[in-house]
């Protein structure tokens, strides 16, 4: 279960009367609300466990490339590498934001925002979706990034691209879990998936077959 004793933003505050008012107006339409939440320390755990097999092919994909020349790392290249780091986890969430609006057909629903006490940038989603509009959204930021700097370490024979990559996939692990999460859950009717506005998660709403 998330912690939701840690103290809300102004923000935070407002997208939860939101969400209150959507899981009210949903109830009333005969969905059941079921909490796919869960705390941000849980996430960062089982982000390292799923998250292990891609940081493996991706490193292992730029040695076979690049050979033993790609050990090469000066001062220069840890500038390089907290600089990068800083724009891919603003990139991260954009991919997020610009993936659900386009399902959302309006960039209105998006918010960004920062879990301070666990350091943790969120985008978020105030419009049910459907599964597959979630996951997509959930999953292509890692995807692009992961994709796209495996590639660049190899024709750059960076390795700081490479530790880059790796901080990016397992950054993007708690995503992974969550849709994990979701494909484990069956539920039978109508679903409708809604991001959680200040947790780790998403709450699912689903309606019986008559």
């Given at each position: 279960m998330s912690d939701y004793n840690r103290k809300l933003t102004p923000s935070e505050l407002k997208r939860k009367e939101k969400f209150e008012s959507v899981c009210t107006d949903l109830e009333q339409q005969g969905y059941m609300k079921h909490d796919l939440t869960v705390d941000v320390v849980t996430a960062s755990k089982m982000a390292l466990v799923?998250?292990?097999?891609?940081?493996?092919?991706?490193?292992?994909?730029?040695?076979?490339?690049?050979?033993?020349?790609?050990?090469?790392?000066q001062f220069v290249d840890l500038l390089w590498f907290?600089?990068?780091?800083?724009?891919?986890?603003?990139?991260?969430?954009?991919?997020?934001?610009?993936?659900?609006?386009?399902?959302?057909?309006?960039?209105?629903?998006?918010?960004?925002?920062?879990?301070?006490?666990?350091?943790?940038?969120?985008?978020?989603?105030?419009?049910?979706?459907k599964k597959w509009q979630y996951i997509v959204g959930a999953l292509v930021p890692t995807i692009v990034l992961g994709v796209g700097l495996t590639v660049l370490s190899v024709l750059t024979a960076k390795?700081?691209?490479?530790?880059?990559?790796?901080?990016?996939?397992?950054?993007?692990?708690?995503?992974?879990y969550m849709v994990l999460k979701m494909l484990k859950c069956k539920f039978d009717g109508e679903v409708l998936y809604y991001d959680h506005p200040y947790e780790c998660g998403v709450v699912a709403f689903v309606r019986n077959k008559q």
């Open positions: 799923v998250m292990l097999p891609f940081v493996a092919i991706a490193v292992a994909v730029y040695f076979i490339a690049v050979g033993k020349q790609g050990l090469n790392f907290l600089l990068a780091t800083v724009v891919s986890v603003v990139l991260h969430e954009l991919l997020h934001g610009v993936t659900w609006a386009m399902f959302s057909r309006s960039f209105r629903p998006i918010s960004f925002g920062v879990i301070w006490s666990a350091l943790t940038p969120y985008c978020t989603c105030s419009k049910p979706l390795m700081w691209i490479v530790l880059l990559n790796v901080t990016m996939i397992i950054g993007g692990g708690g995503d992974f």
